[in-house]
């Protein structure tokens, strides 16, 4: 199975702040790799597809990066609805592992 | 608009059986790939199976052997049928449709989720 290691496990921040949350595959999974948003007591939001594709109705601020078995989310200026927990995700092979998730606190 | 609901969930005895059903409106289930993802009280995500719209199935290995996904197109329901169940197995189970755009895969949307405790 391939394992998905996000950093750093939380992050405290400030509303304006710009955040990077990263994601490393234990092989390679080309750009296989999804970003997911949840919010309390709330089902899992897409963000980011194949690493670096903003999904429909993202704002702009977040964006994707990386190949190969490195993976990046930023967020260029937070603001307060960011605040939630951050997924990695791979789409490479199954199972389809996600990271243990960021959680991102003001 | 594309939506999914689940239900099914509740309270189950250790080695008791389930079955959790998502209700989806706005497309076929049959002509999508559909899975479950689970999530324990605190914890992260889980991904547990997929059923591909050309009937192929996977499981993680934590449950292989005990769930099994299946769909009524009918009904327009995706399905996971849950036996000899453990402690471990409590979460709120997560239905989601797996878009196909090329060769990448995502979840999107997800139901509100449905929770399973085990115990006795």
């Known amino acids: 199975d391939i394992q998905m290691t996000q950093s750093p496990f939380s992050l405290s921040a400030s509303v304006g702040d710009r955040v990077t949350i990263t994601c490393r595959a234990s092989?390679?999974?080309?750009?296989?790799l999804n970003w997911y948003q949840q919010k309390p007591g709330k089902a899992p939001d897409l963000l980011i597809y194949?690493?670096?594709s903003l999904h429909s109705g993202v704002p702009s601020r977040f964006s994707g990066s990386g190949s190969g078995t490195d993976f990046a989310l930023t967020i260029s200026s937070l603001q307060p609805e960011d605040f939630a927990t951050y997924y990695c995700?791979?789409?490479?092979?199954?199972?389809?592992?996600f990271g243990q998730g960021t959680k991102l606190e003001i | 608009e594309v939506q999914l609901v689940e239900s099914g969930g509740g309270l189950v005895q250790p080695g008791g059986s389930l079955r959790l059903s998502c209700a989806a409106s706005?497309?076929?289930?049959?002509?999508?790939?559909m899975s479950w993802v689970r999530q324990a009280p605190g914890q992260g995500l889980e991904w547990v199976s997929v059923?591909?719209?050309?009937?192929?199935?996977y499981y993680a290995d934590s449950v292989k052997g005990r769930f099994t996904i299946s769909r009524d197109s009918s009904q327009n329901t995706l399905y996971l049928q849950m036996s000899r169940l453990r402690a471990e197995d409590s979460a709120v189970y997560y239905c989601t449709r797996d878009v196909e755009i090329g060769t990448y895969l995502f979840f999107d949307p997800w139901g509100q989720g449905t929770p399973v405790t085990v115990s006795s």
């Open positions: 706005g497309f076929s289930v049959s002509s999508k790939h």
């Open positions: 059923l591909y719209r050309d009937n192929i199935t």
């Open positions: 194949s690493a670096s």
């Open positions: 995700q791979q789409s490479y092979n199954v199972p389809r592992t």
């Open positions: 092989q390679t999974i080309n750009n296989y």
